[in-house]
């Protein structure tokens, strides 16, 4: 059974910082792209970054505030943000992109809360 467990989320101060993790289970971690997409009050599911399995990928937007990192020994991937703004308040959601008998497959976590807010 595939799992992915977001943890992290919160409430924050703005210019304050966050690492979100998503521990993943039930399929082959290391060969897997792993993603981080968020998704604000009344605005589409959008992607933040993504790391294959051996690079990273970030949207055009989310460049120098985010970090996407992956330990496979742990099969779970991190997303730190850095000063943090009101507007990043939104549900992050850790997403695996991954094969099963050769066919693509991709499996959503539930997602946590982050509120950016004073």
């Known amino acids: 059974q595939v799992q992915l467990v977001e943890s992290g989320g919160g409430l924050v101060l703005p210019g304050g910082s966050m690492r979100l993790s998503c521990v993943a289970s039930?399929?082959?971690?290391?060969?897997?792209?792993m993603s981080w997409y968020r998704q604000a009050p009344g605005k589409e599911r959008e992607l933040v970054a993504a790391?294959?399995?051996?690079?990273?990928h970030y949207a055009d937007s989310m460049e120098g505030r985010f970090r996407i990192s992956r330990d496979n020994t742990k099969n779970t991937v991190y997303l730190q943000i850095h000063s943090l703004e009101p507007e990043d308040t939104a549900v992050y959601y850790c997403k695996a992109h991954t094969s099963i008998s050769g066919s693509p497959i991709e499996y959503w976590g539930q997602g946590t809360q982050v509120t950016v807010s004073l």
């Open positions: 039930g399929f082959t971690f290391g060969s897997s792209t």
């Open positions: 790391h294959y399995p051996y690079f990273a």
